[in-house]
């Protein structure tokens, strides 16, 4: 079977690509406000000013760290199976991090979100197949802010089966994150072995790598974390406004990335990712439904599978406010982009108004959208010889397909079957079912799954050394207790 597959760029201009962002390393280079990763980059042979923190990176390096990364790794669950291949043409699908409000199904509007939220996002996505990995998808506004991405990890930890993409507000809360990892994994040695998380490090367009993400970038390195490098050009702002320029910039901040990583720890696993967005010049906003930054991220995605590395966007989220007609529209186009081109993660799904908030009800809708991605970057097979031929003339010129023996064996492989959340019913079908928007029906689906959510295989030991972890860290901004749990874990 042939696969479906977009391209955007060939080979040549692939290549070229490349060479002009290995050109941008060595001049004008990339901004490091870290001094560990200057003084690695000076001892390999860059041209540092310590002064200026600017490191000039010759190709030599850029070229000889990626011989060294790794093509492909896996995340693991919690019961030490391999569920997430990064890696080929392999697709999988999180919910986007970084939010900073949910959007309340009983008002319509954008709140705060708190513990209780995260923890039934938690046990919505792990009853949802669809997603192969949990997110920590947005900052619960009920603990002290500087724990709050640890606070996130270590709920999604208590509760989730499925390995979980992340990352760090600090270079002090990094060490308490990978502490619970630990904890969780059954120790250093099992986590490395068995990675249950990827962190996402970001630098800064244009060309910056600040201290803090630098330094996240090389601890994760150090101990054999995966690291998920998000570089965001913004065409027309912070980056060439052409598509192509964008992607040259993404090469650039990506490339100076995978070499700080390599030379903390040659050999450790690192993703070719990234957020990248097409400016609005009209609003002076980042919109990720935007065709252009669908092409931007589905273009450096080509560039990263040529360098042999794993990859990973953010598409399928929406810029609307509401669950509306634009937020499908933009969900289903970047969905459906992301499995065509074969990004090993793809993060943003139950993301709204520019990544800033997430929606339960978006996330089961958003399933659908990701399971007729999937079946559309299955292709056409050959599923019987002769394909049609035999069929046909034993059926003649009556339409009995429907009891028909080759029906019954192939149509669930065949058609896309989707959850209740999709309307197919007649309308008058419809109507007598109460005439229910899909807003209403994915209200009614996240309350259905939650009450089939199975509880994660932690033991109790365990659970009483991430709290203790958690706990620790908290009382250094002088939270004495944490909010309490629900008790079905």
């Given at each position: 079977m042939a696969r479906p597959k977009l391209t955007f760029?060939?080979?040549?201009?692939?290549?070229?690509?490349?060479?002009?962002?290995?050109?941008?390393?060595?001049?004008?280079?990339?901004?490091?406000?870290?001094?560990?990763?200057?003084?690695?980059?000076?001892?390999?042979?860059?041209?540092?000013?310590?002064?200026?923190?600017?490191?000039?990176?010759?190709?030599?390096?850029?070229?000889?760290?990626?011989?060294?990364?790794?093509?492909?790794?896996?995340?693991?669950?919690?019961?030490?199976?391999?569920?997430?291949?990064?890696?080929?043409?392999?697709?999988?699908?999180?919910?986007?991090s970084a939010a900073v409000s949910i959007l309340d199904a009983q008002t319509g509007q954008q709140r705060s979100p708190v513990t209780a939220d995260f923890v039934r996002f938690v046990k919505l996505v792990e009853t949802l197949a669809m997603f192969d990995a949990q997110s920590t998808a947005f900052v619960c506004r009920d603990v002290p802010e500087g724990i709050g991405d640890l606070y996130r990890l270590y709920l999604a930890l208590e509760y989730?089966?499925?390995?979980?993409?992340?990352?760090?507000?600090?270079?002090?809360?990094?060490?308490?994150?990978?502490?619970?990892?630990?904890?969780?994994?059954?120790?250093?040695?099992?986590?490395?072995?068995?990675?249950?998380?990827?962190?996402?490090?970001?630098?800064?367009?244009?060309l910056l790598w600040s201290d803090l993400t630098c330094q996240n970038l090389i601890d994760c390195a150090s101990k054999g974390v995966p690291?998920?490098?998000?570089?965001?050009?913004?065409?027309?702002?912070?980056?060439?406004?052409?598509?192509?320029?964008?992607?040259?910039?993404?090469?650039a901040e990506s490339l100076s990335g995978v070499v700080i990583h390599q030379l903390a720890?040659?050999?450790?696993?690192?993703?070719?990712?990234?957020?990248?967005?097409?400016?609005?010049?009209?609003?002076?906003?980042?919109?990720?439904?935007?065709?252009?930054?669908?092409?931007?991220?589905?273009?450096?995605?080509e560039v990263g599978k040529y360098l042999g590395l794993p990859t990973h966007a953010y598409m399928g989220s929406t810029d609307a406010k509401l669950l509306d007609m634009q937020s499908g529209l933009e969900s289903a186009g970047g969905a459906m982009l992301a499995a065509l081109a074969g990004v090993n993660m793809v993060s943003g799904a139950g993301m709204i108004d520019f990544l800033r908030c997430q929606s339960f009800e978006k996330l089961v809708i958003d399933?659908?959208?990701?399971?007729?991605a999937r079946r559309l970057a299955q292709g056409i097979e050959r599923r019987h010889e002769p394909v049609a031929l035999e069929v046909m003339r034993q059926a003649g010129h009556k339409a009995g397909y429907l009891a028909n023996s080759h029906t019954q064996r192939w149509f669930?492989?065949?058609?896309?079957?989707?959850?209740?959340?999709?309307?197919?019913?007649?309308?008058?079908?419809?109507?007598?079912?109460?005439?229910?928007?899909?807003?209403?029906?994915?209200a009614e689906r996240v309350e259905h799954l939650l009450t089939t959510y199975k509880p994660s295989p932690l033991g109790s030991d365990v659970r009483h050394e991430l709290r203790r972890i958690t706990l620790r860290a908290a009382q250094a901004y002088g939270m004495d207790e944490l909010p309490s749990l629900p008790d079905d874990i």
């Open positions: 760029l060939d080979q040549e201009f692939i290549q070229q690509i490349v060479a002009e962002g290995i050109a941008v390393l060595s001049n004008p280079g990339v901004r490091v406000h870290n001094s560990e990763a200057l003084a690695l980059l000076a001892d390999a042979g860059a041209a540092v000013d310590f002064n200026t923190q600017v490191a000039c990176i010759p190709e030599t390096l850029a070229l000889h760290a990626l011989d060294s990364a790794p093509h492909e790794f896996n995340l693991y669950s919690l019961e030490g199976l391999a569920v997430v291949h990064y890696g080929g043409d392999d697709v999988h699908f999180d919910p986007g989730m089966h499925k390995p979980i993409v992340t990352g760090a507000f600090g270079k002090q809360t990094w060490w308490v994150m990978w502490e619970l990892l630990c904890a969780a994994a059954g120790g250093e040695a099992a986590l490395k072995q068995r990675p249950l998380a990827v962190f996402d490090v970001c630098p800064s367009p244009p690291a998920e490098l998000v570089s965001m050009p913004l065409a027309g702002a912070t980056a060439p406004v052409t598509l192509a320029g964008s992607v040259v910039q993404h090469t720890q040659p050999g450790s696993p690192i993703v070719w990712g990234g957020a990248p967005a097409a400016f609005d010049m009209r609003a002076g906003s980042t919109p990720f439904g935007d065709v252009a930054t669908w092409m931007i991220d589905c273009a450096y995605v399933a659908d959208i990701i399971a007729m669930r492989k065949e058609l896309h079957l989707p959850s209740p959340v999709i309307d197919r019913s007649s309308l008058d079908s419809w109507q007598k079912q109460g005439s229910k928007s899909i807003v209403t029906r994915a």
